[in-house]
């Protein structure tokens, strides 16, 4: 190094200026080529991640609305478990689809939605593990129900005695799907089940709008949901009362035609 700076100095000085100014102007070349490289890299790792980022939000926007048809048609069948036509192999297809969703969020979701989720997930399986109890009951109650109408229309022979024993026998029964029906009705409406549901799915929308960057008035939502609550119940609160009365009066009767 030493020598090349006593070469440099031994030369004229209009050589010597030559020569660095060259030296300058490539440094200044290299350095700028440098500084274009390197944010050139960092445009296309920005480019990278923001194309990571738009993906993964397409996913989300994706599943998320996926997510709330299936907890649609999963809430639909818990609430409709009380008619008779509604079966539990009748909903096993939505139950299906409801688990997968979950499996999806718990790829996509981050931590906070996650837990939203499947705190409503716990909800409403803790719901309907406790319906289906009652539901079960209610199906075996209507095989034999059925059973008991096919043998009095099969068996012509039959004598009165097993006429009536049948007939008895489907009263009961009926009587106690009744029962059933006005049970499981009561442990939507007069229980906290659809209240704890309803506040469960709300932190899961709103965690789906944070996550999908959709700004939100929070407070006009939770309220507006404490609302259409209200007023579910006060529409299935009729149902629930003519349920009951129909129960009562089934329920004097039957002393009257044993007798």
Not at 98 to 107: D, E, M, R, Y
Not at 150 to 175: C, F, G, N, P, V
Not at 192 to 208: G, N, S
Request: net charge neutral.
């Amino acid at each position: 190094m030493s020598r090349l700076c006593e070469w440099l100095f031994s030369l004229d000085p209009p050589t010597r200026a030559a020569i660095i100014g060259a030296i300058i102007g490539a440094a200044a070349t290299v350095g700028s080529v440098a500084i274009a490289f390197v944010g050139v890299v960092l445009i296309i790792r920005s480019n990278r991640v923001r194309a990571r980022e738009d993906h993964l939000i397409t996913l989300r926007r994706e599943t998320y609305l996926e997510a709330c048809d299936v907890s649609a048609e999963a809430a639909h069948f818990l609430a409709t478990l009380p008619d008779p036509n509604v079966t539990q192999a009748s909903g096993s297809a939505i139950m299906t689809k409801f688990s997968g969703v979950i499996g999806k969020l718990h790829i996509l979701a981050d931590k906070t939605t996650l837990q939203a989720v499947m705190n409503h997930y716990n909800a409403f399986f803790d719901a309907y593990t406790e319906a289906v109890k009652v539901k079960h009951a209610f199906e075996m109650n209507a095989r034999e129900i059925a059973d008991a109408y096919e043998k009095l229309a099969r068996l012509t022979d039959m004598s009165a005695q097993e006429r009536t024993a049948l007939h008895t026998l489907i009263s009961q029964l009926s009587q106690d799907n009744l029962s059933s029906a006005v049970e499981l009705w009561t442990h939507f409406v007069d229980s906290k089940i659809v209240d704890k549901l309803v506040e469960r799915f709300t932190e899961v929308t709103l965690a789906f709008r944070k996550d999908l960057n959709l700004p939100f008035d929070e407070k006009w939502y939770r309220k507006t949901q404490e609302k259409n609550l209200r007023l579910t119940k006060e529409r299935w609160k009729p149902i629930l009362d003519s349920l009951r009365e129909k129960l009562a009066k089934l329920s004097e009767s039957r002393p009257q035609s044993q007798s």
